[in-house]
């Protein structure tokens, strides 16, 4: 058990009763460093694909809430003003989610992150599930709509913050690139799996297409509660000597006294405050970076299915069903994307280099898209993978790696209480983009597609743009050596303090 007491909440995280269950089948009565690594993995990655998941019901069923469906549509999106009207929809919650990310990751770094993620997880299941009630309950004001989604917002904002700080807890920085650029892949296989789920169930009734995802959220929420270790100390895990050298840079030296050191000073300090996160080199310019990323990638995420099945391909229309399964290789791409930019950063040593050349490379992609993706199915499919790719892929990259490497950068000292602050802020300044991505959608694509295009690319270009002056301090530390990378370090993946050899 550990405890941490704050000037304004109390901080005190016990051993999940699941771990307990588990200790007693081992010999020893504990799990490894490596046990607990791989729980953490893959309970955080679970966790984050049904966050995903149970936010692409939305987007999978404006077709069919909006007149252009054979039924009619479901007031009060059946008119035409629906497209807009479920843009507000999307606003709404969007807007909520940012600044939900905002309080979220302030209280993250003062709370037992297990319990306030199952908080999240769970009542992120209920107002889902209340979203697709309507259905069946015949509710048409626009109001209990927008009601629901700012409650699921707020349930929302709460998963990130938690799931980066519990993973930042566990893994060093020298190969988070690619771990992180691995796990990140939650984000397109919960798009995948929320979108299979939603247009598989759509024919039963759309209202099913939200209880579906809600209730696998709810189950999962019940899971991390009873198995998730938040850090080495709640379970007071020991990393042994035959455990060091697959996570140790070359040179390193590190001793058991040093862990322990670690352990008990990085957590027991006192959580760094909003303003002084701000202040952290590197934590700005990928903020505002993510700001116009996250409008790029979330426009998609909201607006894709919708799009495909409003403009022809190989001469015909798609079914909302057909398109909602489609859509899909957008984020089959972004899987790719994702491990392709960690792995990379970590090969290049500079995660602004990675990130702006990928947001570059998609301005071609997305005119691409718009230009050729009618001709067939076939090439919708391989554009619709390659965009996919390089706008996820620095998505993924800016949220994971690039966040856990600044909510631990040296000028904290070995203070461990800033990730989730950290994370909160560049994920919570990218959700105000990815907010407002989708609400101009649902105005400008009822005058032209092109329009939306050409503002996609504008905001692509922008976000390269805003890292430039980090890119040249990791040139720099690439041509010239070890006396560059101060410079470089607020945005390489593995600065030399000794501080950083674990997390």
């Known amino acids: 058990m550990a405890s941490w007491t704050s000037s304004q909440f109390l901080y005190e995280e016990t051993k999940p009763w699941g771990i307990q269950f588990l200790e007693r089948f081992k010999r020893s009565g504990r799990l490894s ?6 729980l953490v993995f893959i309970l955080t990655f679970v966790a984050y694909i049904a966050f995903h998941a149970a936010r692409k019901p939305n987007s999978i069923v404006k077709g069919t809430l909006s007149a252009s469906t054979i039924k009619g549509g479901w007031a009060p999106f059946d008119g035409p003003d629906g497209p807009a009207l479920l843009g507000q929809i999307d606003l709404v919650f969007l807007s909520v989610y940012a600044v939900g990310m905002f309080v979220a990751g302030h209280l993250g770094d003062r709370l037992d992150l297990r319990t306030f993620l199952t908080i999240g997880m769970i009542g992120t299941g209920l107002f889902t599930a209340l979203f697709g009630v309507a259905f069946w309950a015949n509710f048409h004001s626009f109001y209990y709509f927008l009601a629901v989604q700012v409650m699921a917002g707020w349930f929302q904002s709460i998963g990130w913050p938690c799931v980066v700080a519990v993973l930042g807890n566990w893994f060093d920085k020298k190969r988070r690139g690619m771990i992180m650029g691995v796990w990140s892949a939650h984000t397109s296989l919960g798009n995948i799996a929320g979108s299979l789920i939603a247009s598989g169930l759509l024919r039963y009734g759309w209202g099913w297409s939200f209880l579906g995802p809600a209730l696998l959220m709810t189950f999962l929420g019940i899971v991390v509660y009873l198995f998730l270790p938040v850090n080495p100390p709640t379970v007071e895990a020991e990393r042994d000597g035959t455990e060091i050298d697959s996570t140790m840079r070359l040179g390193d030296t590190i001793t058991e006294s040093f862990l322990e050191s670690r352990m008990s000073t990085g957590f ?3 959580a760094v405050g909003f303003m002084a996160a701000w202040k952290i080199p590197g934590v700005a310019p990928f903020a505002l970076c993510l700001f116009f990323t996250k409008l790029v990638s979330y426009t998609f995420l909201y607006w894709l299915p919708f799009y495909v099945s409003h403009n022809m391909i190989g001469g ?3 079914s909302e069903e057909t398109s909602g399964n489609l859509s899909t290789i957008f984020d089959v791409g972004g899987v790719v994307g994702g491990v392709l930019a960690g792995y990379m950063s970590d090969q290049l040593n500079g995660r602004a280099i990675t990130a702006a050349g990928f947001m570059y490379l998609a301005i071609p992609a997305l005119y691409l898209y718009r230009v050729f993706g009618y001709i067939s199915l076939t090439i919708n499919v391989i554009l619709m993978f390659i965009s996919g790719v390089f706008i996820i892929g620095p998505f993924a990259l800016i949220t994971t790696a690039v966040s856990a490497d600044l909510g631990t950068h040296k000028s904290l000292k070995g203070n461990a ?4 602050t950290v994370t909160a802020i560049i994920d919570g300044t990218g959700s105000v983009g990815a907010a407002i991505g989708p ?5 400008i694509s009822a005058i032209s597609w092109d329009a939306v295009f050409y503002m996609l690319m504008t905001a692509a270009l922008i976000s390269g743009l805003l890292l430039t002056k980090l890119i040249i301090a990791e040139v720099k530390a690439l ?3 070890p006396e560059d990378e101060e410079a470089a370090s607020s945005s390489s993946p ?7 050899v674990l997390l």
Do not use: H, M, N, W
């Open 417 to 420: 209480r800033a990730l989730a």
């Open 439 to 443: 609400v101009l959608t649902g105005y």
């Open 268 to 270: 027991d300090r006192k």
């Open 479 to 481: 041509l010239f050596g």
């Open 494 to 500: 593995a600065s030399r303090a000794p501080i950083d």
């Open 33 to 38: 460093f490596k046990q607990y690594q791989a």
């Open 316 to 318: 015909e229309y798609l």
